[in-house]
Every structure is written in structure tokens, then in C-alpha cells.
């Protein structure tokens, strides 16, 4: 994840925008720059810290029930490991709370399409051709093709 997200990401990035300043390209270098700054910063705040958070956890976590001493008890040895369980069920509970809160339900305040023409495309194109002659002068419910 560090290295593709972070050190191999900007390694690309860096080829693309002097590739671009090199042929001069100066819209594709703005627009380049603009698009690769927003990305990073995707991969900084959706990919890299996360990933780094969960990372440190778990490295704590398991560094307690590795440095027990060879002597350790049994009962010690199984409180560790146990240790180690809730915490890595602490993150799934939190993962899937992060989760289920993409399908909540919520409420619309209002409507969020574009209102329906009845009558289907036919209809509308009837429409259209009404107001058309209409504003050029004559009927064209009286003409023999309707």
C-alpha cells in the first residue's frame, strides 16, 4: 500500500508533469497538476492514513503478545491472544459500522429528478410541432397528415 499509493504514485506523477513541461504543454501541466493534487490527496486521506492507523493498532497489539517472556504462563499466553482478538473486533465493528452507514436510509426533501412529459416521445414531438406552428402563424391540427 506505501509503495503503490504513496512513494510509486508520486514517482509517476513527477514523470507525467515534467514530461508535460518539457513539450510545453502548459494547459495539460495545469490541468495535470490540478488532477494529480486531488488524487494524492485521495490516496493520502482515503488510502495512506487508514491504512497507517490500522497498521500502528495491530502493531501494538501484537508487539504486547510477542514480547511476553519464555517463561510466560499459559493463562498469560491465552490473555494476550485474547487481547489480541478484541481489539481486531473492535476494527471489524468499527469497518462495518463505516459500512452500513452507506446504506442507510435517508430522506428526500425534494425531488431530485427532472419532472416526466406525459405523453412518451411522441407525444412530446406533437407538442413541439403545435407550438411551433402556432408561433409561425398557422394550425397544424387542420392539416390532412394528423
Not at 65 to 85: F, G, I, N, T
Request: overall charge positive; proline content about 2%.
Amino acid at each position: 500500500m506505501l509503495w503503490t499509493r504513496g512513494i510509486h504514485w508520486v514517482y509517476l506523477i513527477t514523470t507525467l508533469l515534467l514530461a508535460f513541461y518539457r513539450d510545453q504543454a502548459w494547459a495539460f501541466l495545469f490541468f495535470g497538476g490540478l488532477l494529480s493534487l486531488g488524487f494524492s490527496l485521495f490516496n493520502y486521506a482515503l488510502c495512506l492514513k487508514p491504512f497507517y492507523k490500522k497498521f500502528v493498532k495491530f502493531l501494538h497489539v501484537s508487539a504486547e503478545y510477542e514480547s511476553l517472556p519464555a517463561d510466560a504462563s499459559a493463562d498469560r499466553r491465552r490473555s494476550s491472544v485474547m487481547q489480541l482478538d478484541l481489539a481486531r473486533a473492535k476494527l471489524l465493528e468499527a469497518e462495518l459500522a463505516d459500512f452500513q452507514s452507506l446504506f442507510q436510509k435517508r430522506e428526500v426533501t425534494r425531488r431530485q429528478s427532472v419532472p416526466v412529459l406525459r405523453g412518451g416521445r411522441r407525444g412530446s414531438l406533437l407538442r413541439l410541432q403545435l407550438q411551433q406552428s402556432k408561433s409561425f402563424g398557422y394550425d397544424i391540427t387542420k392539416s390532412k397528415d394528423l
